[in-house]
């Protein structure tokens, strides 16, 4: 998600000021400190590569775990949804709220 988040949602641009908490910089503060957007993304890869593997009886249930592993499809599955619900215009103003280079869209 945080690839995705700089080179696709941000489009490679950082606010040093608000990383490092500068004040007046808010540009990666969210809802009380969390962001939800990357939470529901993350559950989302995590609940996808769960169901292609058990880790309790370390077996596959799907045979897409040959190919991807549930790490690398979690990896995957979260990406794609972390940028799929950033393209929402709602969801994006919330994202990019403060952030510099997109204060004027």
Sequence with gaps: MLFVDYFFVRHRTLDLRAAFEIEGNAAYEFTKGFNIVGFVSLAVGFASGLAVFD???????????DYTTSSLLGFAVSGIVYYAVTMLPAVRRYMLKDHPAFAAA
């Design 55 to 65: 880790p309790i009886s370390y077996r596959a249930r799907l045979p897409i775990f």
